[in-house]
């Protein structure tokens, strides 16, 4: 007659059981979460990247066609390392618009004038302003830089405050960094582009 161990699993054993079970659950659960961290943090980076992109596709378009404001004023009325004001003519009537691109806290903002008014000026309290890219984390690094007619691809740019009647070419760079969190598995997006002013061309 056989007999049978009627002994089972003692307290220990079931206790290095659940631990073991634990860490493994722990390590698939934080391996999963990461693998979703990274793929969702990496579509906000593209997402940001096309619209940044976007963003300064249409700046250069506005900037290539800056022009003296409708009341005779300069091309550009500001120029600082975090914000450009110019003229140019972004609709159909042929009225030139104040534009203004600048940085509020970390987010790239547009503001547009329309002329208005006889006689015609340029009111600030009518001033649209709207968001185009957020978490800007550009730091000490500039947005705006600015070059002369001497520019040959590897110029250093003008020094601040730069002299307005100077500037012939803009270079934009957006540094876009929603998570700043150190830990993070992926880098800023690092959008450039560069642009000559057509009506203030010398040598360029």
Known sequence: MKIFNKKGFTLTEIIVVVAISSVIFIA??????????????????????????????????????????????????LASTT??????NIDSDPYKEQIRYFLSDKDLKRGIIKPSGSPLSYNSANEQISTLVTGINNGVSPIFEYFDSSYTGTSTPLVQPVQITQVRLVRVTLKIEEDTNPTKTIGPVIV???????????NL
């Open 192 to 202: 450039t582009s560069q642009v000559f002013l057509r009506n203030l061309k010398d």
């Open 83 to 88: 914000g450009i004001t110019f003229f140019s």
């Open 28 to 77: 698939v659960f934080n391996f999963g979460n990461s693998i979703f961290s990274f793929n969702s943090n990496a579509q906000k980076n593209l997402s940001a990247q096309t619209d940044a992109r976007r963003v300064l596709k249409n700046m250069v378009k506005e900037l290539r066609s800056a022009s003296p404001s409708s009341l005779g004023s300069y091309t550009i009325s």
